[in-house]
């Protein structure tokens, strides 16, 4: 009876905690941005709402930040960190004296951001549902981030507690299986809905603040070898000593010499869906050395392929000559055969000049900023 008594005492506490934190919100809010630098936005209605400090958050919101980060503090406490160029849906959140009723479901759609769950106990871990294009997160730790890039790839890391330790554990899952993580920096790597989440594996040298947008463009080196691993492991598994057919063995009628050595680079080369192309895309696409005319074009300052420097990729489709760039926004163009061009581009990270045929019937100038 004296242990009845004591539970609804710490319910009519947490409930009492929760109606005075209420007090200060109109009845739609569900928390407020505490802390925002540069730029963002609240999208609401389809209405933007310029980021300012204690602007309060409402269900469906959709947050959004351009060249800026936003901190956002949900009535539990719980905390939704969001890094540049980042978007999340803020899609259901219900608080009740009973947490095991409460809910909270988020979706995070691009950017980086990072989640840690109230300190108040209102919402059971169970109820938190946030999910990417590709993934679905079940929260049993606290604190976590998720780097999704335009294709819904998404990258989750387990992060520390206060103290170094674990903060608990997640789950992540989709159509092609189900992953836990369960130690300090374990992440996983998810590329299409129906593919697997990659086998955790543990990144070393790196702190919650070294998390970013860059770690899907190039990830840590332990996920990527993590890929290699199992992109090797499907190989063999797929290719049994049975399923060679010795009749087919024509190696030797072969004449090396005719073989055509400029292998043609195409956009299905940077296909973003691939697994491959998170691994490298130098050791794909980098072929400065093997091509110096693309067809009927005479390019000067970039080669076919990705060029490492300027970020382009440069590739023929149908005839015309396609450069293409994804780094803080997507540069593409698309010139018909035999055109003569001269490409300006000043970017954050880069400027140079690309020409084709030694010639300026064609100018464009790109300015891209923050």
Known sequence: MQQYKLISKIQTAIL????????????????????????GQILRNNEEIKVLNNIPVQLNDVAETG?????????????????????????????????????????????????????????????IDISTPTASIAI???DFTTTVDELGRS?????????????????????????????????????????APT????????????????FIVSPPQEVKDQIQEELADEQNDDKGFLDIDFLEFDEL???????????DFTELDIDELDVEYLIDV????DSKDLFDTLGEFDIKGAARGFNDESQYNVFLQDGSLVLYRNVNGIIRIKL???????LDTITPTWSGIITGNDSEDILIYINQVN
């Open 253 to 263: 009628e072969k004449d090396a010499l005719e073989e055509e050595t400029d292998l």
């Open 282 to 285: 130098l050791d794909i696409l």
């Open 336 to 342: 018909a055969a035999g055109g003569n061009f001269t």
């Open 155 to 195: 990258l989750i890391i387990l992060l520390p507690d206060e103290n170094g330790d674990p903060s608990g554990e997640i789950e992540v899952e989709n159509l092609g299986g189900v992953v836990t993580l369960t130690e300090v920096y374990q992440a996983t790597m998810v590329s299409t809905l129906d593919s």
């Open 140 to 142: 049993r730790g606290t």
């Open 16 to 39: 009492s905690t929760l109606l005075l934190v209420s007090n200060s919100f109109a009845d739609d809010d569900i928390g407020s941005i505490v802390e925002s630098i540069g730029v």
């Open 67 to 127: 060249k800026g980060k936003m901190l956002i503090e949900f009535l539990d406490k719980a905390q939704l960190s969001l890094k540049e160029h980042t978007e999340v849906l803020i899609d259901e959140v219900y608080y009740d004296a009973d947490p095991s009723l409460s809910k909270m479901t988020m979706k995070f759609t691009m950017g980086t951001a990072r989640f840690a769950s109230g300190r108040l106990g209102l919402v059971n871990k169970a109820n």
């Open 199 to 214: 086998r955790p594996v543990k990144i070393n040298g790196i702190t919650p603040a070294s998390i970013d947008n860059m």
